[in-house]
């Protein structure tokens, strides 16, 4: 598993991100500090609409970096995103417990130590790997077309998102029973 790697974005993705990280204005900051921000909440944000996309290499010269170090810096971010993306998603999987199972075996937890700084983004060690990265890159091109490529406000776009999201997570909690560790043994 190659979770712990540099993500590399390219063509229009790479044109997305820039946008989402500089300010909207003068006196407006950008939508995300970091482009490692946009990545994460891209990730949320493609699964919820459900929105995909393939790697753009329309261009080459247009790149955009999220440097293993800063993966690394976000281990357990990283690792509950994709496990919720793992979990939630049946495309690949229909049987949940093997999407369990998927999701907190050990490759994920030593994925850390076996992975290469060199591997791009096109590099997958399962489908899994690949969805979550479609998610990203979906997600990239929901929140850039709707914040502003087509947003004629764009802080009330961001504003629905947020309580969109807001609301499923919300679904989910009171959906889920209250488990102890009691319950567990």
Known sequence: MVLFRTYNFYGKHANYMEALVTPITETLPPFFKRNID???????????FNKRADIDRSTEAIKKTINVEQIYNEEELVKF????????????????EKRIKMAFSSDVNANKKNSKEDNDSETYSNDYEKLFYQYILGGIEYLYENLIGNAKDPISNMGNIINEISSTVDLIDSSVPDITLEDLK
């Open 38 to 48: 946009v990545m994460f909440a891209a990730s949320v944000v493609g699964f919820k």
């Open 81 to 96: 995103l994709y496990r919720l993306i793992l979990l939630s998603d049946d495309s690949i999987e229909p049987d949940l």
